[in-house]
């Protein structure tokens, strides 16, 4: 698994505790948070596309969104990292591209979670990873995980639990 460093674990952690925001709010179980390079909490949001009825509202899309109503320039974000608590999907790899991001680091992978979503037949995904999008990128993206995988993993065991005992 790649290493992080204590900063990357730290905006990590607070991206898993977002994810928990996420399903107690109604909706799947994922959190995006934006750091700088020096490691400040620049954005961060919960997956809210249940609770809102907008299947783009996943929640690097929301992080993104809170960033540019900060104000935030394309220059600091060349700068930041994406810290995910699941694998970006593809609509949200698009995302962070454009937005300028250089930088990802996530915690459960997206073959992980398929295994969860499974559970539940509408809940499919478009199966390729982030690093697939971001290899056909004009610029390097860098991209680390899955890491801090138990603790990332631990609010989906919760979630798709309910789908079983149906």
């Known amino acids: 698994m790649p290493e992080i460093n204590d900063a990357d674990a730290r905006l990590l952690r607070r991206a898993i505790e977002l994810s928990a925001v996420a399903t107690s709010n109604g909706n799947r179980p994922f959190g995006a948070v934006i750091g700088s390079a020096s490691g400040e909490l620049l954005a961060e949001a919960a997956n809210s596309n249940r609770q809102t009825g907008d299947c783009t509202a996943h929640a690097e899309v929301m992080a993104l969104h809170e960033a540019a109503t900060k104000g935030l320039s394309r220059e600091v974000l060349a700068q930041a990292t994406m810290y995910a608590s699941g694998e970006p999907c593809v609509m949200c790899a698009g995302a962070i591209f454009w937005s300028g991001i250089g930088r990802v680091v996530f915690g459960i992978d997206a073959v992980r979670m398929r295994a969860f979503r499974k559970l539940d037949s509408g809940a499919g995904d478009l199966e390729w990873s982030c690093e697939d999008i971001y290899a056909r990128s004009p610029r ?27």
Not at 140 to 160: F, K
């Open 140 to 166: 390097p993206i860098e991209v680390h995980g899955p890491v801090l995988l138990e603790e990332a993993t631990a609010p989906h065991t919760a979630y798709w639990a309910r789908f079983q005992a149906d």
